[in-house]
């Protein structure tokens, strides 16, 4: 089946309404991507080589986000809404291309896996017309049922169409299809809209295949991969569905959660076995964490590499562009930005880092902060491998920090540092005898006259 030649068509028409957005449903976010992409992403992994879209409002944003997992996908746009398989048809000119097999997806189900696909697009290498991905329900209220007959399926029945036997039917419809190409415009062009809404639904080309003499089968997949959202409380749903699978292959992978539920995900992340993920921790998109390092409480990380056996946190956060390498640490309440941490380095407390290098062993005191911007450019600060920062010192930036040089406690320091060299910018102390008493009564005084 590998070599099969599939397209996926993405239904993506739906509104915000009921999200109450003006962004278009699909694009709401999982795990930090969009819905669409999870289905695209899928579809990619389940052997679709090729995607159209049909879309409504906002198709171009739509595209947008499919584009980084499937660079060649088409939009088409459904002008009316007049059933799913009219939406389908919007695409006809991808279908007509000849594809072995057509899978029909819905931009609102982002749990939707490969496998699931797949499984349907081997019954069309078995020589099935139309495969229908159905799940069982406790409760079917409310969904179509899918009536089968010694291992074919007859028909997609809507629940006020059924019969009280077929009501008691717990196989039901997910909506989501495979179709063999060489059948798709044919059972698609036969579908008529003579039924209340005057719509074209997918759901009756099984019963058109069957009239035509070819074969149709439902495929079971679990709920929770064809669940459609359709306001924000399915989509936090959808989230905690997602985020619970993710950490359970996490620590099937060898990674250590140790309280896994407060712990979140984005959809790209990846970490190395034998990590240590502590509680309250947050990865946005774009982070890798390798073996051996430890993720401390209540740290935010997004954009950001962690090298073997580094330490981060608690209460840290990188953002994009920070790299940390080899057994480096990054402490307690520090913020690094687009900078490079090197080999055991330790930036460990109260600490900004931004568009800058810290050297290999290099050791950065409480308070330090580079000041890379000066409200209109931002310049780097390369700080040599060996050097100690005192604290509550201020590197301003464009600067240089000699290797093995020594920054004194609440330095301002604002030339370069050679290697080796102690550098002192404070300003000298003056110490004046009884002024600060008289200060303080002259302030109070101000404040009782205020009052």
Known sequence: MSQRTCLSIILAAGEGTRMKSAMPKVLHPIAGLPMVAHVV????AAGAGDVAIVAGRGADEVKRAAIPF???AETFVQGERLGTAHAVLAARTAIERGYDDILVLFGDTPLVSADALAKAR????KG????VMGFHAPNPTGYGRL???DGALLAIREERDCSEAERTISFCNAGLMAIAGKDALRLLDAVRNDNAKREFYLTDIVEIARGFGLAAVATETAFEDVLGINNRA???EAEAIWQKRRRREFMLDGVTLIAPDTVFFSFDTEIGADAVVEPNVVFGPGVKISSNAVIHSFSHLEGASVADGCQVGPFARLRPGAELRGKAKVGNFCEVKKAVVDTGAKVNHLTYIGDAFVGAGANIGAGTITCNYDGFNKFVTDIGAGAFIGSNSSLVAPIKIGRDAYVASGSVVTEEVPDGALA??????ATYPDK??????????AKRKAE
Do not use: T
């Open 41 to 44: 992403r899928a579809a990619a």
């Open 70 to 72: 499937a660079p060649s």
């Open 122 to 125: 081997a019954e069309l290498a």
């Open 128 to 131: 099935a017309s139309v495969a």
């Open 147 to 149: 009536i089968e007959k």
């Open 234 to 236: 399915e989509l936090a």
């Open 424 to 429: 002192f910018g404070r300003a000298r102390q």
């Open 436 to 445: 600060g008493r008289q200060l303080r009564e002259k302030l109070a005084a």
